[in-house]
């Protein structure tokens, strides 16, 4: 027999605000916006995230994080179900998450709209480190898909861009 539920949603959210993005360890999955629901019954839970990116090799390690998390506060049957629609964008991120990404050495997305990054080189990408504005990208993918790699003409330090989508 199952146990019945007596945590909250809103509990099952604070609790889930530990867990980390592997890739980003100084945000959370919900600072991301990566966490979208919980659907509690009286046995079990359903947790929705949302990947930053398609194809995101991180996602296998969030559910994992996600299901051993909620087990050790008592939740056994938990199912994590990833959803693409509506497709994550860099609006769920809040300005402190931006902040965090950015004393953490990752340029913060600068907008929302893909329509810049169809002209990368375009952009004014503020070095995290220095705050130039004197960058240039080096390559679309940085040290994951979801970054590109500028490198700051000031500073000369190499730094990844969060790309906005």
């Given at each position: 027999?199952?146990?019945?539920?007596?945590l909250?949603?809103?509990d099952?959210f604070?609790i889930l605000?530990?867990?980390?993005?592997?890739?980003?360890?100084?945000?959370?999955?919900?600072?991301?916006g990566?966490?979208?629901?919980?659907?509690?019954d009286q046995?079990?839970?359903?947790?929705?995230?949302?990947?930053?990116y398609?194809g995101?090799?991180?996602?296998?390690?969030?559910e994992q994080?996600?299901?051993?998390t909620l087990?050790?506060?008592?939740?056994?049957?938990?199912?994590v179900?990833?959803?693409?629609?509506?497709a994550?964008?860099?609006?769920?991120?809040?300005n402190?998450?931006?902040e965090?990404?950015?004393?953490y050495?990752i340029?913060?997305?600068?907008?929302?709209?893909?329509?810049?990054?169809?002209?990368?080189?375009?952009?004014?990408?503020?070095?995290?480190?220095?705050?130039?504005?004197q960058?240039?990208?080096?390559?679309q993918?940085?040290?994951?898909?979801?970054?590109?790699?500028?490198q700051?003409?000031?500073?000369?330090e190499?730094?990844?861009?969060f790309?906005?989508?």
């Amino acid at each position: 027999m199952v146990n019945e539920i007596q945590l909250t949603k809103e509990d099952l959210f604070f609790i889930l605000e530990g867990i980390v993005d592997p890739e980003i360890p100084v945000v959370s999955i919900r600072e991301m916006g990566m966490l979208r629901d919980i659907i509690l019954d009286q046995n079990s839970c359903e947790v929705i995230i949302t990947p930053t990116y398609t194809g995101c090799p991180a996602m296998a390690i969030i559910e994992q994080d996600i299901i051993a998390t909620l087990y050790q506060n008592g939740i056994e049957d938990v199912k994590v179900t990833t959803i693409y629609s509506p497709a994550w964008s860099t609006d769920w991120m809040t300005n402190e998450t931006k902040e965090k990404l950015r004393q953490y050495g990752i340029a913060a997305p600068i907008h929302s709209s893909c329509s810049n990054w169809l002209k990368p080189n375009s952009l004014s990408v503020e070095c995290p480190r220095c705050q130039s504005t004197q960058t240039k990208m080096i390559s679309q993918f940085g040290s994951t898909a979801c970054k590109a790699l500028y490198q700051c003409q000031s500073c000369h330090e190499p730094f990844d861009y969060f790309k906005c989508h």
